[in-house]
């Protein structure tokens, strides 16, 4: 793709992501339905099209939906034995985890993570474009774990072996207790979120994040934040999981604090908005984010670069040179993530360097 097709269709891009901020659907943080994460709705390890749908929805609804962490069902023995060594009771291990663990199956070559979905949405069509609003995330279980490993983070040789280390939260006072002089402020979101990918790439594992979503690890995507994913199939498809209790920028030793959540997440359908979409994007009410990803960490700043340009030309009217110009001295580029072979780099674009900005559902 040349540098003008792809700063075309990324203006257009932004172009018709101006009808998200529109608001044809008022927030509504109360569900319309509820899904549970059972062996009949959730996948293991990966991504598909045309998964028989967990749940169907219509746009504009909200669903209460629990996910599962994939850390205590992969860890060469059963939930209860997992946990119950770091003293954790038989009655705190999630029922959800221990049937997973024991009758679903979990594909040769396939990622980690348990995905619960997918939710069909009538009426969503290649090309259009979902909008995930995030109400609500809530802890199921007092308790995570950060695992690492040698294969694993952006330091292989650090470690000889797996060090699973369960961490207890104290959940009045929303702190995960990492150590006795060590607290970690909790800042619940889901590593995954993803619509199914395009029919020609069958089954990806859930590993590598890509356009479609994934395992992108973008711990903005707090309660009140949106995210917005371009649609490959119809119904969308939307799948969900690898919860995370807190994570610093880079899960640079390949995990967070993993912790099985609850979320309450509403989807709203914008027609035709998906077509020109490069990558998934953000916005909370503070910041717009946009995103890079690739094989090769530079490209991923790239990549991520020009859609932070891409925004500045189209919303604000900025040429090249000033919408470069910003883009160094008003965004932050970061590092999402580090660690799933597709890396990924996030711009955040304050909304406080412009006097106007649209209004924001979650304000």
């Given at each position: 793709?040349?540098?003008l097709t792809r700063g075309?269709m990324t203006?257009?891009?932004?172009a ?5 901020h529109?608001?044809p659907?008022?927030?509504k943080?109360t569900?319309?339905h509820?899904?549970r994460?059972?062996p ?5 390890g ?6 028989p749908?967990a749940l169907?929805?219509?746009s504009g609804?909200t669903?209460?939906i ?14 209860v034995?997992f946990?119950g ?5 038989r009655?705190?291990?999630?029922q959800?985890?221990?049937d997973i663990?024991e009758k679903?199956?979990?594909?040769s ?7 619960t979905?997918?939710i069909?949405?009538e009426?969503?069509?290649p090309?259009d ?23 694993t983070?952006v330091?292989?040789?650090v470690?000889s ?7 207890k939260f104290?959940l009045?006072?929303k ?9 970690v402020?909790?800042?619940p979101f889901?590593?995954t979120?993803?619509?199914a990918?395009?029919r ?5 594992s859930s590993r590598?994040?890509a356009r479609?979503g994934?395992n992108m690890?973008?711990n903005k ?8 994913l371009?649609v490959f199939?119809?119904?969308?498809q939307f ?5 995370h ?15 099985s959540?609850t979320a309450t ?7 035709g908005a998906g077509r020109p979409?490069n990558w998934p994007?953000a916005?909370?009410?503070n910041?717009y984010y946009?995103?890079?990803?690739d094989?090769d960490l530079d490209?991923a ?6 859609e932070?340009m891409?925004?500045l030309k189209?919303?604000?009217g900025?040429n090249d ?5 910003l883009s160094?001295v ?11 072979s597709m890396l990924m ?10 006097k106007t900005?649209?209004?924001y559902w979650?304000?």
């Amino acid at each position: 793709m040349s540098q003008l097709t792809r700063g075309l269709m990324t203006a257009a891009l932004f172009a018709c992501l101006g009808a998200a901020h529109a608001q044809p659907v008022p927030p509504k943080a109360t569900p319309d339905h509820n899904l549970r994460s059972t062996p009949q709705t959730i996948v293991w390890g990966y991504l598909a099209a045309d998964v028989p749908p967990a749940l169907t929805i219509r746009s504009g609804q909200t669903v209460r939906i629990d996910t599962v962490s994939h850390q205590g069902v992969i860890n060469m023995t059963d939930p209860v034995s997992f946990f119950g060594r770091a003293g954790i009771p038989r009655e705190q291990v999630l029922q959800d985890a221990i049937d997973i663990y024991e009758k679903s199956p979990h594909p040769s070559g396939s990622g980690v993570h348990v995905l619960t979905g997918p939710i069909y949405v009538e009426g969503a069509e290649p090309g259009d474009m979902l909008e995930v609003r995030i109400h609500q995330l809530e802890h199921r279980v007092p308790y995570g774990v950060n695992n690492a490993g040698p294969v694993t983070g952006v330091l292989t040789d650090v470690l000889s072996g797996a060090t699973p280390k369960i961490i207890k939260f104290d959940l009045n006072r929303k702190v995960a207790q990492f150590s006795p002089d060590i607290e970690v402020p909790l800042a619940p979101f889901l590593g995954t979120m993803a619509v199914a990918p395009s029919r020609d790439m069958l089954m990806v594992s859930s590993r590598p994040p890509a356009r479609w979503g994934g395992n992108m690890d973008l711990n903005k995507l707090g309660p009140g934040s949106t995210l917005y994913l371009p649609v490959f199939n119809a119904g969308a498809q939307f799948f969900t999981g690898d919860p995370h209790a807190v994570q610093g920028d880079g899960e640079v030793n390949g995990t967070a604090i993993e912790a099985s959540l609850t979320a309450t997440l509403q989807f709203v359908l914008h027609k035709g908005a998906g077509r020109p979409m490069n990558w998934p994007r953000a916005e909370d009410a503070n910041n717009y984010y946009v995103m890079g990803m690739d094989l090769d960490l530079d490209v991923a700043l790239q990549e991520a670069v020009r859609e932070a340009m891409a925004f500045l030309k189209t919303r604000y009217g900025l040429n090249d040179a000033d919408a470069y110009s910003l883009s160094s001295v008003g965004v932050d580029f970061r590092v999402g993530e580090a660690v799933d072979s597709m890396l990924m780099i996030y711009g955040v674009i304050p909304k406080r360097l412009f006097k106007t900005n649209p209004p924001y559902w979650g304000r």
